[in-house]
């Protein structure tokens, strides 16, 4: 099955990967620098010069400071496509999605998408600065909630999380399970953030942030950039790198009422991108082997789980505490560390360890069967979801 | 912590004289009778753009609860702060601040009522009390 209106041959593939250090901590860039280093990486891992790149889209962080005038800084000249792109956490997934559909109807031979973000100084914390909600204006209707103290995203996700553990008996324990499989995978990648060992009492005896997440329930602060091209099936055939198939995808902004029945906390948008994007590339969920999931908290993964249906609604505190989503388990789940461990960089975390799964380019931690790998995206207080099916294979 | 300071703009000025006075204001459609947010333009059940004020009851449930912790300096326990939302028996939810509640006893189904807080500087804000 292909892409719904693809010219034949032009059938959408991620063919370079481009990832700025981010094993430690990396001051002294801007955003669009990180960024334009990415691009740079992305095109030399696939073979193209950057002056051959058709397309840019771009995705700025919460600091809001790359946008359509990195193509100036790449000398890039009569692009097909250039815009800015923003849905949080989702925006990597969007990215890919309207630069495959680009090329899918030949507006476009090849699209650079990039996120890049430069939020932490030294000797500043990670909750400090843009990402800790300081200097937002309290006007208005929306002036509340942040004025009541509920201005940051570890808040916001703490009130989504104690719904789902009031709901269904989930358990900080549980979120802990989250944290220790993220990290056993970490150890295994060389480009994580976080690879000393991380038992359950280290995440139980972590500070607490906002109750119920301790430390080690939320993701790291990342500077950087990751920059991924999209190009038609046809194309990669000349270039560097094995080609990996964007087979499906789908997108949710589910938009919850604030009002009696909302299903904030319990239901996230993947319940309608994951078998939509599923349906588009012609798979069930038992074929997908590895999933890289939006992890910006521990949270976020068991609901996401759930909702892609990799277990029942409301048991996915139980899921992973069975070991499941860890290495050897059945389900192996963020397989870099995720942004808990790894690297922070919104949805280009899940993609870019999903395209290296693909290529079958994990070392350590490579999964031995990768046909299939779903990936995530989730932006907002679980307002914005994404997902793409990714596959070495042209069909499923 | 206590409240920050709000402005009012020209959507949320009646909404603040209100909470001047001590009442909480919620929208009502005028063509269906649901019951949303102050802030609510359009009605989410019949989209009527009918929509008039009404004073809400002040009175709910807590449906989500979170505690901020500050960050602890020269050995003082860290600050924690209760903050959640409260669903208003009339129906709509509100993001909000607990005061005179204890962390370790606040969570989801404790009935609350509404008190309000007023920083210098800035506008009356509806917080939560048990």
Known sequence: MSVPGTVPGRQPVIAGLGITDMSKRVYGKSASQFAADAVRLAAADAGLAVSEIGGLLTNAGISRALGMSLATDLQMRDLRMLSEIQSYGASAGAMIQYASMAVAAGMVDSVACVFGDAPLEPNLGAGSGAYGGAGRQSVGYSGIQSASGIGSAPTGYALAASRHMDRFGTTTEQFGAVAVSSREWAMKNPLAQMRDPLTLADHQASRMITEPFHLFDCCLVSNGAIAVIVTSADRAQSLRQPPVHVLGWGQTHPGYPLERGSEFGIVSGAAISGPEAMKMAGISLSDVDVAEIYDCFTFTTIISLEDYGFCEKGEGGAFVASGAIGPGGDCPTNTGGGQLSSYYMWGMTPLSEAVIQARGQGGERQVPKHDVVLVSGNGGILQHHSTLILSPHDHS | ?130
């Open chain 2, 1 to 130: 912590m206590s409240v920050g300071i709000v402005l009012r703009d020209a959507q949320s000025a009646d909404f603040f004289d209100a909470t001047a006075a001590g009442r909480l204001l919620v929208k009502r459609c005028q063509n269906c009778g649901h019951v949303s947010q102050a802030s609510t333009e359009m009605c989410p059940q019949c989209a009527s753009v009918d929509l008039t004020f009404a004073d809400s009851a002040g009175e709910g449930v807590i449906v989500a609860c979170g505690v901020v912790n500050g960050r602890s300096k020269d050995g003082t326990p860290p600050s924690r702060t209760v903050v959640g939302i409260v669903e208003l028996d009339e129906g709509p939810w509100i993001y909000t601040q607990f005061v005179d509640i204890d962390p370790d006893a606040a969570k989801i189904g404790l009935r609350v009522r509404v008190a309000f807080e007023q920083p210098e500087g800035g506008e009356a804000i509806p917080v939560f009390t048990i």
